[in-house]
C-alpha cells in the first residue's frame, strides 16, 4: 500500500512558509521522536538551507518513544551543520522551558529590541506543534486537536517582546518515496484517516512490532510471538477482546483499530519505529531499488532504439 497525503491547502502553506523564511532567523522542526527521520519533512530542509537558516530539531512525544533509540538520533542529527536536537515532551513544563534560550542560541546576533529574534515553527502534521506553541506562550492560542491538519493557516505571536513565534500548518510533501514511511506516518496517526486502510497499516506496524518489540506484544494481548505472523497479531487482539461479526469470523478492522490506538497513545509501551542503522539499510535498499529500476528503464528505451532503428533500415 503506497500512501500520498498532500491536501490543496498543504501546497498553499508550502509557498507562504518559503515566503516567510526570508524573514526567519531560526527554524524550530518538531518531529515525532518514535520516527524521527521519517516524519523530516524535506521541504523543510529545501527552505530553510536555501536561506542558511540554522534549525533546533525537536524530537517530541519522547514519553512514547524507546530511549535508547532516542538518544541514538539525538546524536545523529547533532552530527548534521545547522543543527541541534533537543529531545522533549510537551507534557513536561520543564522540557518546553529550555526551549527560549536554545534557540536564542543558535542566533546569538537577534533577540534585542532593535532585532527580534524571529522563529518559524514547523513539522507535518499531528506532531504536537501546536501544543507546543501553546505550551511555550502558556495560553490556548494554538487549536489542538487528535485529528491531522487542524492547522490551516500561519499566524504570528510573540513569546516575549523581544522574541516573534510563527506557527505553520502541518506540512507534508507532494510524493512520499519510501512506502514504508507512509506506513510509519500513518501508523503515527500523521495522515488523514482518508487516505490510508487502518487494516493495512496495523499488519505493517505488527511486522514491526515482531520485530522490534515482540515482548510488548506478548505483554499487552499475550501474543505468542514465536508462532504467529503479522496476520495472527491483529487476528489474537481480536480472539482475545472478543471482536466478532456476524457469522462468527474476527472483526480484523476492530482489532486493527485497537492495535493502533494502543501503539499511538503508549498503552502498548515506549516504542520506535526506526534508529539511525535501520534507517540507513533502509535507505541502501531504496537506493538499489532506484538504481534497478532506472536500469531497466534504460534497457528498455535502447530496445525501443534499436527496433525502431531496424524498421527504419527495412523501409
Known amino acids: 500500500m503506497a500512501i500520498q497525503w498532500y491536501p490543496g491547502h498543504m501546497n498553499a502553506a508550502r509557498k507562504k512558509a518559503a515566503e516567510t523564511m526570508e524573514n526567519t532567523d531560526l ?23 536555501f536561506r542558511q537558516r540554522p534549525c533546533l530539531k525537536i524530537l517530541n512525544k519522547t514519553d512514547l518513544a524507546d530511549p535508547a533509540a532516542t538518544a541514538a538520533w539525538v546524536a545523529y542529527f547533532n552530527a548534521q551543520e545547522g543543527v541541534t536536537a533537543y529531545a522533549m515532551t510537551t507534557k513536561k513544563p520543564g522540557d518546553v522551558a529550555r ?145 466478532r461479526i456476524k457469522g462468527g469470523d474476527y472483526d480484523f478492522e476492530k482489532a486493527s483499530h485497537t492495535l493502533l490506538l494502543d501503539y499511538r497513545s503508549g498503552i502498548l509501551g515506549r516504542i520506535s519505529l526506526e534508529t539511525p542503522d535501520t534507517r540507513a539499510a533502509l535507505l541502501a535498499l531504496h537506493a538499489a531499488e532506484m538504481a534497478e529500476k532506472a536500469a531497466k528503464a534504460a534497457e528498455i528505451a535502447a530496445e525501443k532504439a534499436r527496433n525502431s532503428a531496424r524498421g527504419k533500415r527495412g523501409t
Open 27 to 49: 527554524v524550530i522542526e518538531v518531529v515525532d521522536a518514535r520516527l524521527p527521520a521519517a516524519s523530516c519533512n524535506p521541504m523543510v530542509d529545501e527552505l530553510r538551507l
Open 99 to 243: 526551549i527560549p534560550d536554545l534557540a536564542k542560541s543558535l542566533a546569538p546576533h537577534r533577540g534585542v529590541p532593535t532585532k527580534p529574534l524571529r522563529i518559524m515553527i514547523m513539522g507535518i502534521p499531528n506532531v504536537g506543534k501546536s501544543t507546543l506553541m501553546n505550551a511555550l506562550l502558556k495560553k490556548r492560542v494554538a487549536k489542538v486537536g487528535d485529528e491531522p491538519a487542524v492547522t490551516k493557516m500561519q499566524q504570528k505571536l510573540y513569546l516575549d517582546k523581544n522574541t516573534i513565534l510563527v506557527d505553520t500548518p502541518g506540512m507534508l510533501w507532494p510524493k512520499i518515496a519510501i512506502p514504508s514511511d507512509g506506513l510509519m506516518l500513518a501508523a503515527s496517526h500523521a495522515i488523514g484517516s482518508n487516505a490510508l486502510i487502518e487494516e493495512e497499516v496495523a499488519v505493517f506496524l505488527a511486522e514491526e512490532l515482531l520485530k522490534r518489540y515482540p515482548d510488548l506484544l506478548a505483554a499487552r494481548y499475550g501474543t505468542k510471538v514465536d508462532e504467529v505472523d503479522a496476520i495472527g497479531v491483529v487476528e489474537g487482539i481480536a480472539a482475545k477482546r472478543g471482536f
